[in-house]
Nanobody, 125 residues
Framework: VQLQASGGGLVQAGESLRLACAAS????????MGWFRQAPGKEEEFVAA????????YYADSVKDRFTISRDIAQNTAYLQMNSLKPDDTAVYYC???????????????????WGQGTLVTVSS
């Protein structure tokens, strides 16, 4: 599976951005796509995930009510709509995908075997 992330950029606080992650390659009967981010000097953290077929979504508390993850099944693309951006959202955002096992938690890196190259989001105050 190859993942191509896009949509990062420089915005001011309060503005919006939409990231996209296009997937190509093999498919799975059960598939999850997620977004993680890593800010300078900080550890990587979970942002959001979507179970591909069912559409179930999961969010980190820090982005809940501001970010929305969605997917276009026909285009094999996941999106992360980010609204009301804050300077604390500044980070490199990575999309990831995988075929989770029963009991895997989507907010950890364990279910994700495939990673995109990352796209930089910078939010100025």
């Amino acid at each position: 599976v190859q993942l191509q992330a896009s949509g990062g950029g420089l915005v001011q606080a309060g503005e919006s951005l939409r990231l996209a992650c296009a997937a190509s390659g093999r498919t799975f009967s059960r598939f999850v796509m997620g977004w993680f981010r890593q800010a300078p000097g900080k550890e990587e953290e979970f942002v959001a995930a979507i179970v591909w077929n069912e559409g179930d979504t999961y969010y980190a508390d820090s982005v809940k009510d501001r970010f929305t993850i969605s997917r276009d099944i026909a285009q094999n693309t996941a999106y992360l709509q980010m609204n009301s951006l804050k300077p604390d959202d500044t980070a490199v955002y990575y999309c990831a995908a995988g075929a989770p096992n029963n009991g895997d938690f989507y907010d950890t890196i364990k279910p994700y075997d495939y990673w995109g190259q990352g796209t930089l989001v910078t939010v100025s105050s």
